[in-house]
């Protein structure tokens, strides 16, 4: 079976600086394309980074982007997000999902992920 376990989430105040992991089973990040998504009470689920297991390429959204880290350990088949200068508005529930490699796909996309990880919930708050 396939599974993915998000942990990592917690309280941080604003500026600070939190890791989340995503462990995995059933499948090899070689393969795949893996993906951190977040969901914020009310609001839709947003991409928020992804990595090609096979090539390290990375994906980031504006709102993101060089304060969010994606990487892996493939050998322990293990992503992670490093997440700096942390907002309050980066509140959130925190999912991990895994793609895999396919031509044509734009990942990060909640639309056509090939498996999902429960949350693990972000708060910013001072």
């Known amino acids: 079976d396939v599974q993915l376990q998000a942990s990592g989430g917690g309280l941080e105040q604003p500026g600070g600086s939190l890791r989340l992991s995503c462990t995995a089973s059933?499948?090899?990040?070689?393969?795949?394309?893996i993906a951190w998504f977040r969901q914020a009470p009310g609001k839709e689920r947003e991409g928020v980074s992804c990595i090609n297991g096979n090539d390290g390429s990375t994906t980031y959204p504006d709102s993101v982007k060089g304060r969010f880290t994606i990487s892996t350990d493939n050998a322990k088949n293990t992503a992670y997000l490093q997440m700096n200068s942390l907002k309050p508005e980066d509140t959130a529930v925190y999912f991990c999902?895994?793609?895999?490699?396919?031509?044509?796909?734009?990942?990060?996309?909640?639309?056509?992920?090939?498996?999902w990880g429960k949350g693990t919930q972000v708060t910013v708050s001072s």
């Open positions: 999902a895994a793609v895999i490699l396919r031509p044509g796909f734009l990942c990060p996309s909640r639309y056509g992920m090939d498996y």
């Open positions: 059933g499948f090899s990040f070689d393969d795949y394309s």
